[in-house]
Nanobody
Framework: QLQLAESGGGWVQPGGSLRLSCSLSTSTLDSWTIGWFRQAPGGEREGVICINMHNYIEYYSRTAKGRFTPTRDNAKNTVYLQMDNLDPEDTGTYSC??????????????WGRGTQVTVSS
């Protein structure tokens, strides 16, 4: 069973940056589409961004556009999420998920446990 593990969360001031990592227990990352999701305190999980196996990027959240950039390193079986110009509304637990399908279908079958991101002054 595919396993995912996030890292890189932490506390950052507004306007700061963080880079999250999502490591997969597979040597075939290039056949997976990876999505990033956020769950704010007391809120529901929502989609942030997705990158497919062809490096096509789908923005689930319009606020991510221009600030968040996913990249993938297939040799390291790792997907990154570079987050810039962070805002307190970006606070939450960030999880990555994997699917063999498309970003649009959102049929993710494997999930990581998440990493906490806190944006505050």
């Amino acid at each position: 069973q595919l396993q995912l593990a996030e890292s890189g969360g932490g506390w950052v001031q507004p306007g700061g940056s963080l880079r999250l990592s999502c490591s997969l227990s597979t040597s075939t990352l290039d056949s997976w589409t990876i999505g990033w999701f956020r769950q704010a305190p007391g809120g529901e999980r929502e989609g942030v961004i997705c990158i497919n196996m062809h490096n096509y990027i789908e923005y689930y959240s319009r606020t991510a556009k221009g600030r968040f950039t996913p990249t993938r390193d297939n040799a390291k079986n790792t997907v990154y999420l570079q987050m810039d110009n962070l805002d307190p509304e970006d606070t939450g637990t960030y999880s990555c998920a994997a699917t063999k399908g498309s970003c649009i279908a959102r049929e993710f079958s494997a999930w990581g446990r998440g990493t906490q991101v806190t944006v505050s002054s």
